[in-house]
């Protein structure tokens, strides 16, 4: 008897020390870091724009993860469970039906074996970006840094490295900037369709392999029915978001974190942010150098603005940000890349208008880049060293450009398609000072004709003294009317078709 409640007191003082370690440890990812930033939109407006971040203009991301492996394309693994679409034919033709082999058994093939992290930070560098950004979690539910939220990370299965990690000891050995990249607030919704099933042909009624709670901390446990948006109504759920975002934080400090939505979760992601800009404060000395980017315009400060493959309209007072790739999201087989020159003609529009480009290289499952994607970085590494001084540490003019007379007015939106086609009437202003840098957005066929800077003109009252065109020491022609600053035509115009005049005045 004594032994039986000797036992059960014991039981009791167990169930009572584990609970009381959870409940300590779910208080510690609740609590956020002491600090000037608390958990309201109020106290976000205090946020100041880093200078590294507005100077930087040009950041390199690697979205990169086992999504790779079946060199499809993005959303591969919500989309090998959606019976009779290309994914799903592809998955059961090269793998077998996912009732048996899932999206769990694609990540084991991921092994990256042909990585080089250093080596591509450096091509990075080279090609003028200033900082770069690592995917941390994809929709995928699968970490890549070493977590002890669950055991699908890239350490414990796949490549068995901590990639974020690898990457972050790459850049700052490079001296750029380090960012992370999370898309989880979207999973829990996301990766339900891993619960489903045929409806017809011989597997009709067969579950696939993520009604198999074995995995439900893969695929997540099953939602509600009205659980459907892109950021998952689910207490429990968010609450798993907040302590994988925050462990991610803990771990690597970024100095900017990226959000595949907007600011998720209301207060629970409040408390994420306000840890985040707090404890960089702690790390920087009581400054403030960390950037949160969210898909939603700021309203006086708290973030930046991220516009996923689109650009602004207009000059926007706050700096912004554009993320894009030069391809698909994941390697897909056959796909076109952008060439260098529409990455460049991009670039320099979007800082014109205060913004940064944050651009996907595309890796192939094995981790290393394609020749044409090779090609494709040297293009910029060729123009960046002559041109550069007109993009970095750079600020809008008093207005962004001029363009041809019958470009469609784009006053009335908030954004358009960053696959706009440039040509050499595009014209585009960045400022340093007293310096103005004048971008012909192609090849120019003719003199170039730069209305803004007439004598006369309302938006330039100041006499040009000088014009050079960068990357190159020809002399210039040039003449300076009430209407217009004409440049006769370079003799000798340089390799690229993006020409930078620099003009003093």
Not at 16 to 23: A, E, H, R
Not at 153 to 177: F, I, T
Not at 185 to 201: H, I, P
Not at 273 to 285: C, E, F, R, S, V
Request: overall charge neutral.
């Amino acid at each position: 008897m004594k032994i039986k409640l000797l036992n059960s007191i014991t039981l009791i003082s167990l169930i009572v020390s584990i609970s009381i370690i959870s409940v300590s440890a779910q208080t510690k990812r609740d609590q956020s870091s002491p600090g000037p930033f608390k958990p309201t939109n109020e106290s976000f407006r205090q946020y100041q724009y880093p200078e590294w971040f507005r100077d930087a203009k040009f950041g390199i991301w690697s979205h990169w993860g086992p999504q790779a492996v079946p060199r499809q394309g993005d959303w591969y693994a919500k989309d090998l469970y959606q019976e009779g679409g290309a994914y799903y034919k592809y998955h059961v033709a090269h793998y077998g039906h996912p009732s048996k082999f899932g999206y769990k058994d694609i990540i084991p093939l991921w092994k990256a074996e042909r990585w080089n992290p250093e080596q591509l930070m450096a091509l990075y560098k080279k090609a003028g970006a200033k900082y770069f950004v690592s995917m941390g979690v994809h929709h995928d539910n699968f970490f890549l840094w070493d977590s002890k939220i669950h055991k699908w990370n890239s350490v414990k299965m796949g490549p068995k490295k901590d990639v974020v990690g690898l990457w972050q000891k790459a850049a700052q050995k490079e001296g750029l900037r380090f960012g992370i990249s999370e898309h989880l607030g979207a999973s829990y919704t996301w990766f339900q369709t891993s619960r489903g099933s045929d409806k017809a042909g011989p597997m009709a009624g067969v579950p696939y392999d993520g009604n198999n709670n074995e995995y439900a901390d893969l695929y997540h446990p099953k939602t509600a029915p009205d659980d459907k948006e892109w950021l998952t109504n689910d207490p429990e759920n968010q609450k798993n978001w907040l302590a994988s975002i925050t462990e991610m934080i803990d771990m690597y400090q970024p100095d900017l974190l990226y959000s595949d939505s907007e600011l998720p979760f209301g207060e629970i992601g409040r408390k994420m942010l306000t840890h985040y800009y707090n404890q960089d404060m702690a790390k920087n000395g009581g400054n403030l150098e960390a950037v949160y980017t969210s898909k939603v315009h700021p309203s006086q400060g708290r973030w930046v603005q991220d516009i996923e493959r689109g650009v602004m309209d207009s000059i926007c007072p706050f700096p912004w940000q554009t993320d894009t790739s030069i391809g698909d999201w994941y390697y897909r087989t056959g796909q076109e890349y952008k060439t260098g020159t529409e990455v460049i003609q991009m670039l320099v529009d979007i800082v014109s208008k205060n913004g940064n480009l944050l651009l996907n290289v595309v890796q192939t499952p094995e981790g290393d880049l394609e020749p044409d994607v090779l090609a494709i970085l040297d293009e910029i590494s060729n123009w960046i060293p002559a041109n550069g001084e007109g993009i970095y540490g750079t600020r809008p003019w008093k207005i962004y450009g001029e363009n041809p007379g019958n470009v469609v007015s784009l006053k009335e939106r908030i954004r358009f398609d960053e696959n706009y086609k440039y040509n050499a009437q595009n014209i585009r202003f960045t400022s340093k000072g007293e310096t103005l840098y004048v971008f012909c957005l192609d090849t120019p066929p003719r003199d170039i004709k730069i209305t803004s800077l007439g004598s006369k003109k309302k938006l330039n009252d100041k006499t040009v003294a000088s014009v050079k065109m960068l990357g190159s020491n020809e002399k210039l022609v040039w003449k300076q009317t009430e209407d217009a600053l004409v440049i006769s035509k370079p003799v000798n115009l340089p390799d690229w078709r993006v020409v930078t005049f620099k003009v003093e005045f």
